[in-house]
């Protein structure tokens, strides 16, 4: 990442050196510029969460149980089942003073059951940190979910 900056950097400033034009010195007709705008209008209603090597978009600020996604990868609409399925060969002690309810589901694999008002998100991010997490992911349930208009 500080290399792209830096390089970045060093583009620009040769490009003003050199007198060459830079982006911002290439005129813009309007008509683009509308295009650009019309294209990079934001949903504030949809937010984008990356999780479960997927893209996923939801009409709430956090990831609790029962919540509605939108799995962009799929093109399928889901909902969150609350349970956090993680590979570890032993309970990350976290887990287990938060007393949540863990069931070993194989070898090394571990279904975390989470309390209804926790954010998935905040707990998967965290436990995608600790070194004796080899993988995470967030339960979502495909099956007979329709959308609802406020997912749409």
Not at 7 to 22: H, W
Not at 78 to 87: D, E, Q, S
Not at 97 to 126: C, M, R
Request: overall charge positive.
């Amino acid at each position: 990442m500080k290399l792209v900056l830096f390089v970045s950097i060093l583009l620009v400033v040769g490009c003003k050196e050199t007198g060459q034009s830079t982006q911002s010195d290439v005129p813009v007709d309007p008509k683009d510029a509308t295009k650009l705008v019309k294209l990079n209008k934001f949903d504030r209603s949809k937010l984008t969460y990356r999780f479960n090597n997927a893209v996923f978009e939801i009409n709430a600020t956090s990831l609790k149980a029962g919540g509605k996604v939108f799995n962009k990868s799929m093109g399928e609409h889901g909902a969150l089942t609350g349970k956090l399925v993680i590979v570890s060969e032993k309970i990350p002690k976290l887990l287990i003073e938060q007393n949540f309810k863990i069931s070993k589901i194989a070898e090394h694999t571990w279904v975390v059951k989470v309390n209804s008002d926790s954010n998935l998100y905040v707990l998967y991010k965290i436990l995608l940190q600790l070194e004796s997490v080899s993988n995470v992911e967030i339960s979502v349930n495909y099956s007979g979910i329709t959308p609802s208009p406020e997912m749409m």
